[in-house]
């Protein structure tokens, strides 16, 4: 029996549950296959090696931040065929989140608002889950680590929380993603703004040489941003990424616009609207930020990959590598390796 049939069958009892409940009773179905060595019947990955940000990825389908994000279930998210995983965002310390009901489905949409608001057990709880991850461990594979702020921590601050995680969770990151761009976190996105980005990206970057020099080994770090950005913001924060040599840019984070889904159910709930209507509003940032920075750095392109042509398409508008997230909820794990496929046939 093949993923894409088991996923079918199980995709009704899991949207029949309250969306988080769903997303807890998956990933821990997940890990318990793993453990098993059932994920190797129906997982086979594909190879479409690419170097990109000086790192050798197997093909270039990566599993987006936001799915695992205390790092708990790496293993079993491995064995799905990504060629790189993103687990976070972490903050400096636990912190629980947005009340719930925070995640809604749009199942005629292709969709999901969240308002997670970063929930995590810390950056220790994340460093030791990675540590005790056989992918780690053996070296089976690329690994990044997104990293953000606490709820609680003033704007202004905010730089400390995240040069914090840095110290944190460089060691065991294959890259570090700086996340700048949740709308779940009130405020976050001002450090999108010319003088706050200039700031912290000054900071990050002194810190992650004297990294560097610390433990002998150069670890990327990237960008993430919202796609709800004008053209005069990209080329601002195109300028920023190249003026102080940032490896790499993910575009793009979920949206705040609310115009694929209006009339829907939970359409007028607040947070982060992901899936099917960001896809062409992400694509169109990831052209408008090639155009700006050329081939100085690479991007990373997320946002409504539903299917193989979606990731064909991230691709040819400017992007080295793309990721997933609302797509496999919509689609399972048969998803990854269409894409890869896709890819693979066309470069």
């Not at 450090?191 to 970057?205: C, H, I, N, V």
Request: overall charge neutral; hydrophobic content about 40%.
């Amino acid at each position: 029996m093949s993923n894409s049939l088991l996923y079918a069958l199980a995709r009704p009892l899991l949207f029949s549950l309250d969306p988080e409940t769903a997303h807890h009773l998956t990933l821990a179905a997940l890990k318990r296959a793993n453990t098993w060595g059932l994920t190797n019947l129906y997982c086979k990955p594909l190879r479409a090696p690419r170097q990109v940000m000086g790192i050798n990825f197997s093909n270039p389908i990566g599993l987006a931040a936001g799915l695992d994000k205390d790092g708990a279930y790496i293993d079993a998210l491995a064995a799905l065929g990504f060629g790189f995983i993103e687990v976070g965002t972490v903050t400096p310390r636990p912190q629980s989140g947005n009340p719930k009901p925070r995640l809604f489905r749009f199942p005629r949409a292709n969709a999901i608002i969240n308002r997670m608001g970063f929930n995590n057990g810390g950056v220790d709880a994340f460093v030791a889950n990675v540590q005790a991850s056989k992918y780690f461990q053996n070296q089976e594979g690329i690994l990044g680590l997104n990293i953000g702020k606490n709820a609680d921590t003033p704007i202004e601050k905010a730089a400390d929380d995240y040069l914090l995680c840095l110290e944190k969770v460089y060691p065991y990151a294959s890259y570090v993603t700086v996340n700048v761009s949740s709308p779940n976190t009130k405020n976050l996105r001002q450090l999108q703004g010319e003088s706050e980005l200039d700031a912290l990206l000054s900071r990050l970057k002194d810190t992650q040489h004297r990294l560097a020099d610390e433990y002998g080994r150069y670890v990327p770090m990237a960008l993430k941003i919202a796609p709800d950005i004008d053209q005069e913001q990209i080329k601002t924060i195109g300028d920023a990424l190249i003026r102080h040599k940032i490896d790499g840019v993910i575009a793009t984070n979920t949206t705040i616009s609310r115009q694929a889904v209006l009339g829907m159910p939970h359409a007028d709930e607040a947070g982060g609207l992901s899936g099917a209507p960001v896809f062409t509003a992400s694509t169109s940032i990831i052209r408008a930020l090639k155009a700006e920075l050329g081939d100085a750095l690479p991007i990373i392109g997320v946002g409504g990959i539903m299917k193989g042509t979606d990731a064909q398409s991230k691709i040819d508008a400017g992007a080295s590598l793309v990721q997933l997230y609302t797509g496999l909820i919509y689609r399972g794990p048969a998803l990854v390796k269409e894409c890869a496929s896709a890819i693979k046939e066309i470069n």
